[in-house]
């Protein structure tokens, strides 16, 4: 399913290609799963679950440098990118989908992870180092807009792209850094 759907949109992709992409019947795919927007669905859900078990487990009472935890989750990200492109490939289609039928509740989904990320984040910063320790969530909501702007027309996640982007990325945090920590 994942290669699939990291393949094809939503709507091109076909329950017939996954089902001979794993070897298996169309109808044993369905004795699992309604429909496709189920089984879309679930191997969302599934990808999430990994990438967060694939994530920085912040020490107990660590505080973490706010640019060095976003570095940290980059270099995580494509560690796992290179390990199992399928999935990271799903998941960064997925979260950019344009279909309708399945656009709404992807992004329900989305909402929710990535405000559990957010509190996750701001729990574990430290805050000393800014100039107003009020802005790292203002910060925070930056860093995720640039990340996704970023990733943006890099769906197809060639390497060279997405190094080009990461590049981009670490250059924009250095201005923030700049901008936001004390001198």
Same mark, same amino acid.
């Given at each position: ?5 990291? &393949? ?13 992409? $794993?070897?298996?019947? #169309? ?11 189920? !089984? ?6 599934? $990808? ?22 976003? +570095?940290?989750?980059?270099? /995580?990200?494509? #560690?796992? *990118? ?10 960064? /289609?997925? !979260?950019?989908?344009? +279909? ?50 970023? *990733? ?5 996640? +060639? &390497?060279?792209? *997405? ?21």
């Amino acid at each position: 399913g994942y290669k699939v759907f990291a &393949t094809y949109p939503y709507k091109k992709a076909s329950m017939l290609a996954i089902s001979e992409e $794993a070897g298996i019947s #169309k109808s044993l795919l369905f004795y699992y799963f309604r429909n496709k927007e189920e !089984y879309y669905l679930y191997l969302f859900d599934t $990808a999430i679950k990994f990438l967060n078990a694939h994530k920085l487990e912040p020490s107990e009472g660590k505080v973490y440098d706010f640019f060095d935890l976003v +570095n940290m989750s980059v270099e /995580r990200r494509m #560690k796992v *990118m290179d390990e199992y492109p399928y999935l990271f490939e799903f998941s960064v /289609r997925a !979260y950019y989908e344009t +279909n309708e039928e399945i656009r709404t509740k992807v992004n329900e989904k989305k909402r929710i992870m990535i405000s559990a990320g957010e509190e996750e984040i701001l729990d574990i910063i430290d805050y000393n180092r800014f100039k107003n320790p009020s802005d790292a969530a203002v910060l925070l909501k930056i860093v995720f807009s640039m990340a996704e702007g970023i *990733m943006r027309g890099r769906e197809d996640l +060639n &390497t060279t792209k *997405m190094l080009e982007g990461i590049t981009e990325f670490k250059a924009m945090m250095e201005s923030l850094k700049k901008y936001y920590y004390k001198d």
